[in-house]
């Protein structure tokens, strides 16, 4: 299994960015997947996860109505869209998926997961 994350950079505050992962190597659509985000001295975090049916997505309280996730199963990848960027949201962004339907306990406790998979972060740098 791979995760392929692209789309961080640097934004000033208000702006906005799009975050992509692509998967592959599953061997079905029966998994979660979702995105991640670690600050410097601070742990990692779930900040969205969705699983592969229509159910709501996972939002993390602080991110809840600017970042939108979304999901392809056709294309195996994986969209978060991060408007009104804050400082607070500069971190390493991370692509995780699980083996699992329950993307809320993913999301939540993911980094406890120790069959997760995890792509390489890219870095989300809010300035001015």
């Known amino acids: 299994v791979q995760l392929q994350a692209s789309g961080g950079g640097l934004v000033q505050p208000g702006g906005s960015l799009r975050l992509s992962c692509a998967a592959s190597g599953f061997t079905s659509d029966y998994y979660v997947i979702g995105w991640f985000r670690q600050a410097p001295g601070k742990e990692r975090e779930g900040v969205s996860c969705?699983?592969?049916?229509?159910?709501?997505?996972y939002y993390a309280h602080s991110v809840k109505g600017r970042f939108t996730i979304s999901r392809d199963n056709v294309k195996n990848t994986v969209v978060l869209q991060l408007n009104s960027l804050k400082p607070e949201d500069t971190a390493v962004y991370y692509c995780?998926?699980?083996?699992?339907?329950?993307?809320?306990?993913?999301?939540?406790?993911?980094?406890?997961?120790?069959?997760?998979?995890w792509g390489q972060g890219t870095q989300v740098t809010v300035s001015s």
């Open positions: 995780g998926a699980l083996y699992s339907s329950d993307y809320n306990a993913f999301c939540r406790y993911g980094t406890h997961f120790n069959d997760a998979y």
């Open positions: 969705v699983s592969s049916s229509d159910r709501s997505p």
